[in-house]
């Protein structure tokens, strides 16, 4: 899907059996506002490959993966609620930040993996799109079995926020940076 310039207000998407929002290809420009992804069989909300999607108020609740953005996408989300999901947000890859977010009663709260090429971006996977950075600032992580876990070199910038009530509130593997 090669797509551009889109904004898309107010909508909610329940009960697929895959994503309730999901993007591929080459998206970029793409704005959400005040969004719901709620009770869907895996994402609430996913981008992948290199798409570009910014979302501002929005609630992902009730999926297996709240967030689920993959390879080497850029998405940023603003005053969004993730809860009650298996995972709540899963980076795999890409660049991403989480304003004035909150993770609540997530399994796995906040999860960063090192991301995989695909064939439309490529096979070399050691390419630096595919490590999982994300920008987290003025949120709050609360409940969950595992707060943050920043695995295979992923980098988390993590600023004014607050994790509580979670039996391991940060995780770093191998080479993860944390700031």
Known sequence: LHAANITVKNLVAEHFANDGFNFHGDCHNIRMENITGRNNGDDGFSAHEDCQVTVVGGEFFGNTYGIEDANASHTSFHNVKIHNNKTGVH???????????????NGVQLQLDRGSASSYLGKDRTASIFRAECFFKNGTIRGGKNG?????????AMIQSHVEGVPVGIEAGPQAELF
């Open 148 to 156: 943050v876990k920043v695995n295979r070199d992923g980098m988390l």
């Open 91 to 105: 980076f795999s890859g890409g660049r991403h930040s989480l304003h004035n977010c909150e993770l609540t009663d």
